[in-house]
């Protein structure tokens, strides 16, 4: 298995932009989660999926997030409109057999 | 915020010394894990203590948990310089991950 896939691995947008992330979980892992890591925060649980069905959406920050997961091989996180303070890595991680595994992450730049 | 803490925040040791981050956590668990993180990197795990044990090893690593004082160390005994990175704790309870702030090791050859 090719792990956690992350894309884009750098992503860079003008303030006022929509940023879409993308996620594939492994296969057979049938939790998924969402989190955001800057220096100030550390690392923040955004949301997270089982099943498909989310489950805590507690840790997103504010309407201009939204997070899907149409089917057990994909999830997107969504920023709009993006700004500046979303300047952030976002980290993808699937839960199964084995425990937990994080993605490479999507590095978030807004100017 | 249900976020752990660590402590210290940097620790910059030389090669071959031992390395000691302490973590705190809020809620009960089932287990507590530890990972690291190069700069730039995605996380790593490194090795997992369920509540019902008080200490596990795994190589140069010695983690220990004390579910009374909701509490974790984790050691790395003689370092290398390969070992620079940042280590966090992470608290498992039941369902999600709920990380720590990590501390970042320095470790000059």
């Known amino acids: 298995d090719a792990g956690v896939i992350q894309s884009p691995r750098h992503e860079v947008t003008e303030m006022g932009q929509e940023v879409t992330l993308r996620c594939k979980p492994i296969?057979?892992?049938?939790?998924l989660f969402w989190y955001r890591q800057t220096m100030m925060r550390g690392l923040e649980l955004l949301i997270y999926?089982?099943?498909?069905?989310?489950?805590?959406d507690s840790g997103m920050p504010e309407d201009r997030f939204s997070a899907k997961m149409p089917n057990a091989s994909f999830s997107t996180l969504k920023i709009q409109p993006s700004e500046p303070r979303d300047s952030a890595v976002y980290f993808c991680a699937s839960w199964g057999l084995g425990g937990y595994t994080f993605g490479s992450g999507t590095r978030l730049t807004v100017v | 915020s249900q976020q752990g803490e660590e402590d210290p925040q940097a620790l910059s040791i030389q090669e071959g010394e031992n390395a000691t981050m302490n973590c705190s956590y809020k809620?009960?668990?089932?287990?507590l894990q530890w990972y690291r993180q190069n700069s730039g990197r995605g996380l790593v795990h490194l090795i997992l203590?369920?509540?019902?044990?008080r200490e596990k090893h795994s190589g140069r690593l010695r983690v220990t948990l004390d579910t009374s004082k909701k509490s974790s160390s984790l050691l790395i005994t003689a370092s290398r310089a390969a070992d620079t990175a940042s280590y966090f704790c992470a608290s498992d309870n039941t369902d999600k991950l709920i990380f720590g702030t990590g501390t970042r090791l320095q470790v000059f050859p």
């Open positions: 296969s057979g892992h049938n939790s």
């Open positions: 809620t009960s668990i089932n287990n």
């Open positions: 999926f089982n099943n498909n069905v989310p489950i805590d």
């Open positions: 203590i369920r509540s019902n044990e």
